[in-house]
């Protein structure tokens, strides 16, 4: 429940970064938009977190004062952190029979096909 409620209060602040103008009486950008069109940039220029923090240097450095745009990499990448799809890793039988979740979680080999769910060391 916890982690809902932590989740949910990020989220919330996501949509105020997408109403917050990146600068007083802007009506073209915003401070989410113009961070994910940096990133944008990034991955289609295989950028190392220094170039995209050099980028958001310079551009901040035009912008207006008083502007909302992020200082770097990791303050940028955490406004973004509520979007993440969580994922968990679940086993399955080399054969499709079954998935280790839930109640079998714990086996150690299908219970359609025995197979075993981890290879031996001798093979």
Not at 33 to 62: A, C, P
Not at 72 to 81: H, I, Q, T
């Amino acid at each position: 429940m916890k982690n809902t409620i932590v989740d949910a209060t990020r989220f919330f602040k996501l949509l105020e970064d997408y109403d917050e103008p990146l600068w007083n009486r802007c009506r073209v950008h915003n401070k989410l938009s113009t961070i994910t069109q940096v990133f944008v940039i990034k991955l289609d220029y295989v950028l190392s977190e220094t170039g995209y923090d050099n980028i958001l240097k310079w551009t901040k450095s035009i912008l207006p004062k008083g502007n909302t745009l992020k200082d770097n990499f990791y303050v940028a990448k955490s406004m973004k952190e509520p979007l993440v799809l969580r994922y968990a890793k679940i086993g399955l039988c080399p054969n499709f029979f079954m998935l280790y979740n839930n109640k079998y979680k714990n086996f150690i080999e299908c219970k359609t096909c025995q197979h075993n769910r981890y290879k031996l060391n001798n093979e």
